[in-house]
C-alpha cells in the first residue's frame, strides 16, 4: 500500500492564501524521516515537505498522513480536504491535533492525539483493514528507549545545502513550567531523555558533522547531559541546542560542552526586569546573573542567541529601550524578539479569557506575521508590534550589527554574521520574524 507522510508549509499571510516555498532548507528535519522509520513493513513510503516540493494531488496513493503545527494547519486542512474528495483516507496527527482535535476531525478520517509511537502503527493498521476510527488518543508518554533509526535515506539530499545539520531528539518534556509554554501539555510535565549510546548511534549513522539537538531544553537532568557530552568529545562535531540560562553559571558544565563540540546555544532569557520574570514563573532566570552568564559564554568562543517576550503586565513602554541598551552594551550576537501569545492550554490563556482580554482566539498562531492576541495592560496591541518591529529594525542595523559582532573568523562568529544578515533581510522586507524551517 501507497503512504504519503506530508509535511504542510504555512501560508504567507492572512491575505495571501499561498503555501511558503524556498529552495533549501537550513535544517535536516526530524518529523518526516522518523514516522517512516515507525511505519511497519507492508507500506511504500513517500515524504513530502510541501516547503521544499509540490504535491502531485492526483498521484495514485492509499493513505495521506498529514503532521501538522497550528502555524500551518489551515494549509493542513486544505491538503486533506482536496485528498479526501478524490476518496483518498487522509490522518493527521502533530502538535496542533493534541489542542484541536474536534476541529482536525472535520478535515480527515482519523486524528492521533498525542506521542506517534503508541498510535501511528495501529491508525496504519486500521486504515490497511477499512476500519479507522475517528480518534486515537496515545495512553501515556514513551521511555524514548530504542527509538527507530530516522529514515533519512527517503529524503531528496539536494533539498538541504552541502552543509547540512542534523536535527537530534535526545530528550523530552521540560522540568519547567513557565505561564505562556503549552509544550509540556502535550509534551509531559516528566522530563524524558534517551540513553546515551542511542542517542550516538544515530548520530553516527547520520554521517553528520553538524547537528542541532531539538529538544524543548536540553540538559533538564545535568547529569545525563554531562554523560551525552563526554560522549560527544570523540567524535568530533559541532552541535547547537536550546538550554536554561542558569546552566551557564557552572563553570565544569561549560568547560564540557566547549570540549564536546558546543557551537551555538539558544537562551530564553525572556526579560531582563526581574518582576516580569516572576510573573511568567520563570525561576531560573535571574537577572543579577545574566551578564556573567553572557561572559561565561564569550570567553568560551560559544556562539548565542538569546529569546525575549514582551507584553505582560508588570511592563511598561521603557521596557524596549531599556533591552536594546543590554544587549548593546553585552555586544549580544543574536536576538529574537516575541510577542507574548495565549496558546490554548496554557495558564496564560486561561487568565486572559477569564479577564476577557483575548483578541481574535480563533487565529492565534495560525499566521506568520507578528500579531498581538490579547490586551496588554499599559499600551495597546498596535503599539506592542510596533515597538517589536522597532527592536528589530535598531538591532539588525548595519551599524549595530559591526557595533556588536566581531571579525568572522571562527565557526561561532561566521554562524552569527550568517543569521544577523538573515535577519537583517527579513526585518526590511517587513517579513515574518521567526523561521518555521524547523517545524
Not at 79 to 92: K, L, S, W, Y
Not at 118 to 144: T, V
Request: with cysteine; proline share 6%.
Amino acid at each position: 500500500m501507497k503512504l504519503y507522510i506530508i509535511q504542510p508549509s504555512h501560508y504567507r499571510g492572512r491575505s495571501n492564501r499561498r503555501p511558503y516555498k524556498s529552495k533549501k532548507r537550513t535544517l535536516v528535519g526530524l518529523t518526516l524521516p522518523y514516522l517512516a522509520a515507525l511505519t511497519p513493513p507492508g507500506w511504500e513510503v513517500k515524504l513530502i515537505d510541501q516547503q521544499l516540493s509540490d504535491i502531485d494531488f492526483e498521484a495514485p496513493v492509499d493513505l495521506v498522513a498529514i503532521t501538522t503545527w497550528t502555524i500551518n494547519s489551515f494549509a493542513a486542512y486544505e491538503i486533506a480536504d482536496r485528498f479526501r474528495a478524490r476518496g483518498v483516507p487522509v490522518i493527521m496527527g502533530g502538535p496542533h491535533t493534541y489542542f484541536f482535535s474536534e476541529e482536525a476531525a472535520q478535515h480527515c478520517d482519523a486524528v492521533g492525539i498525542g506521542e506517534g509511537e503508541f498510535i501511528w502503527p495501529r491508525m496504519l493498521d486500521d486504515a490497511a483493514n477499512g476500519r479507522l476510527r475517528k480518534f486515537y488518543p496515545a495512553e501515556g508518554y514513551h521511555n524514548l528507549k530504542a527509538l527507530p533509526m530516522p529514515r533519512r535515506d527517503l529524503l531528496c539530499s539536494k533539498n538541504y545545502g552541502p552543509v547540512k545539520t542534523f536535527a537530534v531528539q535526545t530528550s523530552r518534556g521540560c522540568p519547567f513550567s513557565c505561564e505562556f509554554c503549552s509544550e509540556r501539555f502535550y509534551l509531559g510535565k516528566r522530563y524524558r531523555y534517551r540513553p546515551v549510546p542511542d542517542v550516538i548511534d544515530e548520530i553516527k549513522e547520520s554521517k553528520g558533522k553538524y547537528f542541532f539537538f531539538a529538544d524543548s531544553t536540553f540538559a533538564g537532568k545535568k547529569s545525563h547531559a554531562a554523560e551525552l557530552m563526554e560522549a560527544l568529545a570523540p567524535l568530533g562535531i559541532h552541535w547547537s541546542t536550546l538550554w536554561s540560562s542558569n546552566l551557564c553559571r557552572d563553570e565544569k558544565f561549560m568547560d564540557l560542552a566547549k570540549r564536546s563540540g558546543l557551537l551555538h546555544v539558544n537562551i530564553g532569557i525572556e526579560s531582563i526586569e526581574q518582576a516580569t520574570l516572576s510573573s511568567m514563573n520563570k525561576r531560573a532566570n535571574k537577572v543579577g546573573q545574566y551578564e556573567e552568564i553572557l561572559e561565561n559564554l564569550r570567553k568560551r568562543g560559544i556562539s548565542y542567541s538569546l529569546n525575549f517576550v514582551f507584553g505582560y503586565d508588570s511592563e511598561n513602554g521603557s521596557v524596549f529601550d531599556s533591552t536594546l541598551s543590554f544587549l548593546r552594551r553585552n555586544k549580544t550576537p543574536v536576538a529574537y524578539f516575541n510577542i507574548l501569545t495565549p496558546h490554548i492550554g496554557t495558564p496564560f490563556y486561561e487568565r486572559m479569557k477569564a479577564e476577557d482580554r483575548l483578541i481574535d482566539p480563533a487565529n492565534i498562531g495560525r499566521w506568520p506575521e507578528l500579531s498581538c492576541h490579547f490586551q496588554p495592560r499599559h499600551y495597546s496591541p498596535r503599539q506592542l508590534e510596533a515597538n517589536i518591529k522597532r527592536l528589530y529594525r535598531e538591532f539588525y542595523s548595519l551599524r549595530s550589527i559591526f557595533s556588536r559582532l566581531p571579525f568572522p573568523l571562527s565557526r561561532s562568529d561566521m554562524a552569527s554574521w550568517m543569521v544577523n544578515l538573515e535577519q537583517r533581510k527579513n526585518t526590511r522586507a517587513d517579513n515574518a520574524m521567526e523561521n518555521f524551517d524547523s517545524y
